[in-house]
């Protein structure tokens, strides 16, 4: 089993849904945990950054972290075609390094 | 522009071959780190210094040789270069090596 486990996709959505995009890991050492959007060519983006369990918000973008469940979450409101990309989920605890997922590549429709 | 920067951004070689790429932030952190994506999207790390120690170091071929010579560079040698060693290679920092990562644009490496 991977230590971390995210769909590939793809994933494809019209404009103005909301985008649902999931991890699950086993290591319960993870404490903090990352969205990252990738373009096609591009280094990855730095979306949002959470530690332990809860909410956070930033615009469109809510990131959920449900450590009972080893899951996190990354929402998308009103979504547009400049959302289209690969999102990376990554997780580590502590001093350790980052585990990212394989990412989930999101086409939005117009 | 604060970023994290890397050069060259398209590197074509012969098998065989050593090559350097170059990497530099402005960020001001503390922490550096070398990343490998292959042709499936996977990034898998590689190296990663703290204050230019080495810290991390994957189970990665002696050819593969990182240098850091000062806090805001990190520079990756790779000797005697083979087919399989072709990717994206991603540099990235963060304030401390608890913190979220910025990566650069990546370089593409292709060997022939």
């Known amino acids: 089993q991977k230590e971390v486990e995210q769909d590939p996709g793809p994933l494809s959505v019209p404009e103005g849904a909301i985008v649902s995009l999931n991890c699950t890991y086993s290591n319960s050492a993870f404490q903090y945990f990352m969205w990252y959007r990738q373009y096609s060519r591009k280094g990855p983006e730095l979306l949002m950054y959470t530690y332990s369990s809860g909410n956070k918000e930033d615009g469109r973008f809510t990131a959920q972290v449900d450590k009972s469940s080893k899951y996190i979450s990354l929402f998308i409101r009103d979504s547009q075609p400049s959302d289209s990309a690969t999102y990376l989920c990554a997780m580590k605890g502590g001093y350790q390094k980052v585990t990212f997922g394989t990412g989930t590549k999101l086409q939005v429709i117009p | 522009d604060t970023a994290v920067s890397q050069t060259p951004k398209y590197l074509v070689t012969q098998m065989g071959n050593d090559k350097s790429i170059k990497c530099e932030q402005n960020?001001?952190?503390?922490?550096m780190y070398w990343y490998k994506q292959d042709s499936k999207k996977f990034l898998k790390i590689m190296f990663s210094y703290n204050n230019k120690e080495l810290i991390i170091n994957e189970t990665v071929p002696n050819r593969f040789s990182p240098k850091s010579p000062d806090k805001a560079h990190l520079n990756l040698h790779i000797n005697s270069l083979e087919l399989g060693d072709s990717a994206v290679y991603f540099c990235?920092?963060?304030?401390?090596?608890?913190?979220?990562?910025?990566f650069g644009p990546g370089t593409r490496l292709t060997v022939l």
């Open positions: 960020l001001g952190h503390d922490t």
């Open positions: 990235a920092s963060s304030q401390d090596i608890t913190g979220p990562q910025y």
